[in-house]
T-cell receptor
Framework: GAVVSQHPSRVICKSGTSVKIECRSL??????MFWYRQFPKQSLMLMAT?????????EQGVEKDKFLINHASLTLSTLTVTSAHPEDSSFYIC???????????FGPGTRLTVT | QQQVKQSPQSLIVQKGGISIINCAYE??????FPWYQQFPGKGPALLIA?????SEKKEGRFTISFNKSAKQFSLHIMDSQPGDSATYFC????????????FGKGTKLTVNP
């Protein structure tokens, strides 16, 4: 089956620093990738949609200058949390859309803790 | 209209019992309804999915029932096992449209041994 990886799986950073999270589709090409944020015991909240070679589309209320998304290739998207603050601590999950079958496959998630 | 309402919020079932999770939607443009299973600290994994042109889909112990007129769909887990204990999310999407999955709020299933 289609596999999506994320790196790192866990990261702890200090307030004010930036953190980059990678999302890779390992055995398929993904023209579209999605970034979600999930708080404890809550559902997934879509942050942005990224298409290869174009600017990401952010959901309402998501700061695009704080959450920088780059989709440089058909297998890699990155999310950079800039000037992180403790309130950015969360579980970040990416998904990648495969064309055949037309399905979204989720990565294992990245636990970000900002101290 | 973009919401998917999921119930119950939590569910406790005995081993061997049937777990039933229900979802309802309003947007008739949705044309694909997947269910995801998520274990603590992990990403969601696709469990089973259905399109509105069929009323039921079964894969092993997991069955989706779909009622197009009522705009409802449900997940049935037969012979529930402790290993099924997880959070289950229903979702809906208009494929070829916005491509955005709309998720329910999730159901935490606990299967007691």
């Amino acid at each position: 089956g289609a596999v999506v990886s994320q790196h790192p799986s866990r990261v702890i950073c200090k307030s004010g620093t930036s953190v980059k999270i990678e999302c890779r589709s390992l055995d398929f090409q993904a023209t579209t990738m999605f970034w979600y944020r999930q708080f404890p015991k809550q559902s997934l909240m879509l942050m942005a949609t990224s298409n290869e070679g174009s600017k990401a589309t952010y959901e309402q209320g998501v700061e695009k200058d704080k959450f920088l998304i780059n989709h440089a290739s058909l297998t890699l998207s990155t999310l950079t949390v800039t000037s992180a603050h403790p309130e950015d601590s969360s579980f970040y999950i990416c998904s990648a859309r495969a064309l055949a079958p037309d399905e979204q496959y989720f990565g294992p998630g990245t636990r970000l803790t900002v101290t | 209209q973009q919401q998917v309402k999921q119930s119950p919020q939590s569910l406790i079932v005995q081993k061997g019992g049937i777990s039933i999770i229900n979802c309802a939607y309003e947007n008739t443009a949705f044309d694909y309804f997947p269910w995801y299973q998520q274990f603590p600290g992990k990403g969601p994994a696709l469990l089973i999915a259905i399109r509105p042109d069929v009323s039921e889909k079964k894969e092993g112990r997991f069955t989706i029932s779909f009622n197009k007129s009522a705009k409802q769909f449900s997940l049935h887990i037969m012979d529930s096992q402790p290993g099924d204990s997880a959070t289950y999310f229903c979702a809906a999407i208009t494929q070829g449209g916005s491509e955005k999955l709309v998720f329910g709020k999730g159901t935490k299933l606990t299967v007691n041994p």
